[in-house]
């Protein structure tokens, strides 16, 4: 018989019976139990959301190092080695001639060679390595090249504007000083590459230019050198001395004309004075002998290897190879004058628009955008998990 004054599910012990074991289940699955639960699991869920913004905000205004950032602009011009528009067209920058100097200069101040350098030159690993900086933001102890590079593309920023042909730079450093000096340096670097990045085709333009000018040169020497040599070998102008003969010859055939045409008009007298025959016959016989000797001597002037005629032609053939070696030497020094022309419009120039100059206030960190940020990124993250937890919740109660 049940005991007298309790009721008879108390006298049930739990789990001994069905009907006990159904009674369990219906408690534990109760919609005010299983709303508690869920009340307890969004309550710990929005002090996880609170929390974690709470302790990044912690952190960036009280634990975080100021980092102090320096802002620089500059560009790269060519000469263009205009001669007729005026005395500054030459260095007017063009943006299609410049883009791709501009992206390599970019490229480079963005490259594990420019850290390298940076590194050596003003220490940029140390300077991150330093124990006050936060634990965040430094650098291990003997970092590798690696994991400095990590940070030297997130403190070093390099934009490129196409439109304007403009690069900025912003360097991050922990000392304002420091963030100055690495601008500085940097810019200092992008400046020498730009020089060198025509720097191999200007020597070869150049150096090919000034060889055929140097050969040029040194062939028109020679000629000039063979010329001299034979006038004097020479010793006389052969060309001179040949028209020299040729005239006398020309002017005594001219006086022997007249002196037979005086000898034909005496005897054809039908009583010539025989004085005046003989001294005509005289002057006509030595006219003759003296034309034939000086065409003889032209005849031994124009024959053989030492003839006049043969050094004169000697002479013309020395006056044409130096005449063709001047031609030369021009053609020559034009093409090196049109090289150095060339060169000089290959030339690249760095131009500074904005200075590096040391910041007064810390950039970094933006304590406030940061630690909203923050919230928004974990709030999103818990507004997700809540949404995919509902949706759950509702298919195994359903």
Known sequence: MPAVGKPALDRIKP??????RNLGYSARHHPAVAA???ACLWCVWRFSSCSRPSLAGYYFYNIATPMYATESDFLIIQNEGSGGAGPLSSLLPTQFANSADSIAVQSFLQSKDAMLRLDTDQGFKGHFTQAWIDPIQRLNENPSNEEAYK???KNIKIGYDPTEGMIRMEVVAADPEISAEFS??????????VNDLSQEKRDDQMSASTAAYEKSLKARRDAQEALIKLQVENGVDPQAVIASIRTQITNYETLLIEKELELAALLDNNRPNRAKVEG??????????LVDRLTSKLNSSTNGENSLAQQAVNLQLAQADLATADANLQLAQGQLEQARTE?????RYLTIAVD????????????????IL???????????????ASILREQVTS
């Open 151 to 153: 940070l030297y593309k």
């Open 15 to 20: 789990g001994r019976t069905p009907l006990a």
């Open 184 to 193: 500085r340096l940097l810019i200092a670097y992008a400046e020498a590459r």
């Open 374 to 388: 923050a919230f928004l990124i974990f709030a999103g993250i818990y507004l997700m998990i809540s949404l995919t």
């Open 356 to 371: 590096p100059v040391a910041s007064e206030e810390a950039s970094y960190p933006r304590s406030f955008e940061n630690t």
């Open 280 to 289: 005509a016959e005289g002057d006509v016989r030595r006219l003759n002998d």
């Open 343 to 347: 060169a000089s419009r290959q030339v």
């Open 36 to 38: 508690a639960r869920w």
